[in-house]
């Protein structure tokens, strides 16, 4: 498993590599907007691999609540819109609910409230949804939801 985790990494570090050093190197004059470049497309590749490693995370987690409170359809977890309506099923809530997660400040409050609701689910305080608006805890909640006894 160390070996399948470093790879990613790897690959990352030369292509950062890549991005930044070999155009500005190469090219001798006026290379400070290539490298400028280079470090911006390094920047965002490093967002986006950890965006899809948190991806990965929320859903793997949101798959094991799902079939740990025996809620059909568990693959709905790694479908982005989808998601949502997994989470209101093992929260039992309406799905009509879904509506008011596309309303900006009030998707918040309804989030918080299903997330108690799955909390309650897997048999947990129900405090532990209010976690999920905490920074670093709402890293923390789903795992602990999803692989905690």
Same mark, same amino acid.
């Given at each position: 498993m160390?070996?399948?985790?470093?790879v990613p990494f790897r690959f990352a570090w030369v292509l950062l590599f890549a991005l930044v050093l070999l155009p !500005?190197?190469?090219?001798?004059?006026? %290379? !400070? !907007?290539? =490298?400028a470049a280079g470090l911006g497309m390094g920047i965002i590749v490093c967002f986006v691999m950890f965006g899809l490693a948190g991806y990965i995370y929320v859903s793997? =987690?949101?798959q094991t609540i799902a %079939?740990? #409170? !025996? #809620? =059909? %359809?568990? /693959?709905?977890? /790694?479908i982005p819109i989808a998601n949502v309506f997994l989470m209101l099923g093992v929260a039992k809530k309406p799905m009509w609910w879904f509506l008011l997660?596309?309303?900006?400040?009030v998707n918040i409050v309804f989030a918080v409230i299903v997330w108690m609701a799955i909390a309650e689910a897997r048999g947990k305080p129900n405090w532990w949804g209010i976690l999920t608006i905490v920074p670093v805890a709402n890293l923390v909640v789903p795992g602990v939801l999803? /692989?905690?006894?």
């Amino acid at each position: 498993m160390k070996s399948l985790v470093g790879v990613p990494f790897r690959f990352a570090w030369v292509l950062l590599f890549a991005l930044v050093l070999l155009p !500005s190197a190469a090219l001798g004059q006026d %290379n !400070s !907007s290539y =490298a400028a470049a280079g470090l911006g497309m390094g920047i965002i590749v490093c967002f986006v691999m950890f965006g899809l490693a948190g991806y990965i995370y929320v859903s793997l =987690a949101l798959q094991t609540i799902a %079939n740990k #409170t !025996s #809620t =059909a %359809n568990a /693959w709905l977890a /790694w479908i982005p819109i989808a998601n949502v309506f997994l989470m209101l099923g093992v929260a039992k809530k309406p799905m009509w609910w879904f509506l008011l997660f596309l309303v900006p400040l009030v998707n918040i409050v309804f989030a918080v409230i299903v997330w108690m609701a799955i909390a309650e689910a897997r048999g947990k305080p129900n405090w532990w949804g209010i976690l999920t608006i905490v920074p670093v805890a709402n890293l923390v909640v789903p795992g602990v939801l999803a /692989w905690a006894d």
